[in-house]
């Protein structure tokens, strides 16, 4: 394994000290010549006020095992607003791509995984990339940083009677403008553009309810767009692997949720066939 990072730069400046940066995973070559790996980025959730390492590197080496190039992206958070994390996370892809030949990635296999605000911050972009006003700001056409998936773990989607207070305060301020509100409510930004997804979610989370997965799961069945969807009955907000590896308390260690990633991994291999 080879593991870099790089700053992310976009033309959203950053408020503060701290850059984004992307951390790559990434596989030796692939012993068969001419031999592409699909990719992920990883955005940890952590309600845009922190990310969380349990989210990260954690996941990423799990990717890996199955052949899949990682890279887990450190968006800015708050004090910056929306769309800060948004043009990082979009140039993130422009980045990967550029690197394709290099890295022996499919520049048609990038794939997207966010967890909870991370997945907020995965669902903007995937919902969003091929809009105008993103366009002016990342200065390119949207192919260069058009996700082909995303893989979505109990997400932030709506900013409605389900959403997630914490997260919108930091993305947005305590008092946003209406229209700003209803356009970060993703089951509204849905399209036929919107790739494919794969969402998972547990009926016990308090913290982000499950409604955001179902609502945002409607909107791509109204859509036609494909995707899996898995409601388990117990857990807790924020998982991660729901195992040993990334339990820090003892709620935090779920084995009937433990599956989601091979889940994921065989719906993302799916995707590629």
């Known amino acids: 394994m080879i593991y870099q990072e790089y700053f992310i730069n976009t033309n959203c400046p950053v408020i503060g000290l701290e850059q984004p940066v992307l951390q790559a995973y990434l596989l030796n070559p692939p012993i068969a010549q001419g031999k592409l790996r699909p990719a992920v980025i990883i955005c940890p959730g952590g309600g845009y006020s922190r990310r969380s390492v349990r989210e990260g590197e954690p996941v990423a080496m799990r990717f890996l095992s199955q052949g899949i190039n990682a890279f887990v992206l450190q968006y800015s958070i708050v004090p910056n607003r929306f769309p800060t994390a948004l043009t990082q996370l979009a140039e993130s892809i422009r980045f990967i791509r550029s690197h394709a030949e290099e890295w022996s990635i499919d520049t048609n296999q990038i794939f997207l995984n966010g967890f909870s605000a991370g997945g907020h911050l995965a669902a903007c972009l995937g919902t969003m990339w091929n809009q105008e006003w993103l366009q002016k700001i990342m200065g390119s056409s949207p192919s260069e940083y058009q996700p082909n998936g995303m893989i979505l773990c109990y997400p932030v989607i709506t900013t409605g009677p389900f959403t997630h207070q914490e997260s919108c305060e930091h993305l947005m301020g305590s008092q946003p403008d209406e229209t700003l509100l209803q356009h970060l409510s993703l089951e509204n930004q849905v399209s036929s553009n919107t790739p494919p997804t794969f969402l998972w979610h547990t009926q016990q ?18 859509h036609k767009i494909p995707f899996e969807l898995h409601i388990y009955e117990r857990g807790i907000h924020g998982l991660a692997l729901a195992d040993e590896v990334t339990m820090r308390t003892p709620e935090q260690w779920e084995p009937n949720c433990q599956d989601w990633i091979d889940k994921a991994i065989s719906w993302l291999k799916r995707q590629i066939i």
């Open 205 to 222: 989370d308090t913290s982000v309810p499950v409604e955001n997965s179902l609502l945002f799961s409607i909107a791509l069945r109204q």
